[in-house]
Nanobody, 117 residues
């Protein structure tokens, strides 16, 4: 059974920081591309950041320079360090695992991030 379990969300003031974690189980983690997506109320889910099996990263323009995605294959975990948070970053953040050549994709249950004073 594949599980992606996110943690680290919560309420933070503007300009604050949070680190999200996503622990994967039930898959061989290292070949997967991992990603973070988010969905705000009334909006579509959008890509935040991805990291390939080789460590290449990609970011949405709205988070470049503020967010950093990383992975620890020994711990089957992907992280999202979020700095200089803004109210518009408020959303449910979802972890994604993708093994494109095999057509395999999994999602976590999401973790709420709220940026408010």
């Amino acid at each position: 059974q594949v599980q992606l379990v996110e943690s680290g969300g919560g309420l933070v003031q503007p300009e604050g920081s949070l680190r999200l974690s996503c622990a994967a189980s039930g898959i061989i983690f290292s070949p997967y591309a991992m990603g973070w997506y988010r969905q705000a109320p009334g909006k579509q889910r959008e890509l935040v950041a991805t990291i390939t099996d080789g460590g290449r990263t990609n970011y949405a323009d709205s988070v470049k320079g503020r967010f950093t995605i990383s992975r620890d294959n020994a711990k089957n975990t992907v992280y999202l360090q979020m700095n200089s948070l803004k109210p518009e970053d408020t959303a449910v953040y979802y972890c994604n695992a993708l093994l494109e050549r095999w057509g395999l994709q999994y999602w976590g249950q999401g973790t709420q991030v709220t940026v408010s004073s």
